[in-house]
């Protein structure tokens, strides 16, 4: 039996995620966002890429403008739904970016159906269900929400995402962030916990995925450290090419806080 052959990409039979459609040209680039937030956070990021591509930005299942599904919390559901927006879209084959809870997306999907994901960029996430989305916290997360019907105690992911350069000088920000995080249907962000607690170990993905992955972190993100780009970029073999990339005086939300330089080493 052949163990490099992934298995069957899921179906998805819920409401096709909310997303925009941006620019064109030959190459598509699918923009993944990190939990609690939305698409929102590439609003900087998406137009400069889409000089040069066409650009989808979704909202992942639950979050967002996007429903929350009615099947099991999993990134297999979330990862079908990602490839009915392909569908939707015709496109046969995205570049894809997923940062942080948007890796986990990413890196399932690229696992589930690797011929529809061209280059990976894998921004401030993990393969490894570990810090920061300890599986037991994230199912604790899932039940205080719910419970209390607010997404309040999640505010500490405002000063975490954001590096004490962006907090200082672009103060803005952590009032979209803010804003996101109060604004999240906290069903949704019940259901995305869930399915972030219920993720897979994704280390093979990154091993092997065979076209480009490019690492991207930021050098003051306290959430995902740049060692952590260290530890899997050693999961590469020297034949397939790998990039890895630190950008100083930046936390943890790379995209929002650092666009302009997210797009020039994106080739926007």
Same mark, same amino acid.
């Given at each position: 039996?052949?163990?490099?052959?992934?298995?069957?990409?899921?179906?998805?039979?819920?409401?096709? *995620?909310?997303?925009?459609?941006?620019?064109?040209?030959?190459?598509?680039?699918?923009?993944?966002?990190?939990?609690?937030?939305?698409?929102?956070?590439?609003?900087?990021?998406?137009?400069?890429?889409?000089?040069? !591509?066409?650009?989808?930005?979704?909202?992942?299942?639950?979050?967002? $403008?996007?429903?929350?599904?009615?099947?099991?919390?999993?990134?297999?559901?979330?990862?079908?739904?990602?490839?009915?927006?392909?569908?939707?879209?015709?496109?046969?084959?995205?570049?894809?970016?997923?940062?942080?809870?948007?890796?986990?997306?990413?890196? $399932?999907?690229?696992?589930?159906?690797?011929?529809?994901?061209?280059?990976?960029?894998?921004?401030?996430?993990?393969?490894?269900?570990?810090?920061?989305?300890?599986? !037991?916290?994230?199912?604790?997360?899932?039940?205080?929400?719910?419970?209390?019907?607010?997404?309040?105690?999640?505010?500490?992911?405002?000063?975490?995402?954001?590096?004490?350069?962006?907090?200082?000088?672009? *103060?803005?920000?952590?009032?979209?962030?803010?804003?996101?995080?109060?604004?999240?249907?906290?069903?949704?962000?019940?259901?995305?916990?869930?399915?972030?607690?219920?993720?897979?170990?994704?280390?093979?993905?990154?091993?092997?995925?065979?076209?480009?992955?490019?690492?991207?972190?930021?050098?003051?993100?306290?959430?995902? *450290?740049?060692?952590?780009?260290?530890?899997?970029?050693?999961?590469?073999?020297?034949?397939?090419?790998?990039?890895?990339?630190?950008?100083?005086?930046?936390?943890?939300?790379?995209?929002?806080?650092?666009?302009?330089?997210?797009? !020039?080493?994106?080739?926007?």
């Amino acid at each position: 039996m052949d163990t490099t052959t992934p298995p069957p990409a899921p179906t998805s039979t819920g409401a096709l *995620p909310a997303y925009d459609d941006l620019g064109g040209g030959e190459r598509t680039w699918l923009l993944l966002h990190a939990f609690p937030l939305s698409g929102r956070i590439f609003e900087r990021l998406a137009p400069l890429l889409a000089q040069g !591509a066409r650009v989808l930005v979704v909202d992942l299942p639950g979050l967002g $403008r996007s429903a929350v599904p009615t099947e099991e919390a999993s990134m297999d559901h979330v990862a079908a739904a990602l490839l009915a927006v392909l569908d939707a879209a015709g496109v046969e084959r995205a570049d894809v970016l997923g940062i942080s809870t948007g890796g986990y997306a990413a890196l $399932r999907l690229a696992g589930l159906a690797p011929e529809r994901v061209g280059r990976l960029v894998l921004a401030s996430t993990t393969p490894w269900p570990i810090e920061p989305d300890v599986p !037991a916290e994230r199912r604790a997360t899932a039940e205080e929400v719910e419970t209390s019907r607010s997404t309040t105690s999640l505010l500490d992911s405002v000063e975490g995402g954001l590096g004490p350069t962006a907090r200082r000088e672009q *103060p803005g920000l952590a009032d979209l962030v803010r804003g996101l995080i109060l604004g999240a249907d906290p069903d949704g962000v019940a259901w995305v916990a869930r399915a972030v607690a219920a993720r897979p170990d994704t280390s093979a993905v990154v091993a092997g995925h065979p076209r480009e992955v490019v690492l991207l972190f930021g050098e003051e993100d306290g959430e995902t *450290p740049p060692e952590r780009a260290t530890q899997m970029a050693r999961l590469r073999p020297d034949h397939l090419p790998t990039s890895l990339h630190v950008l100083p005086a930046t936390g943890h939300l790379t995209v929002l806080e650092r666009p302009a330089e997210v797009a !020039a080493l994106l080739g926007g």
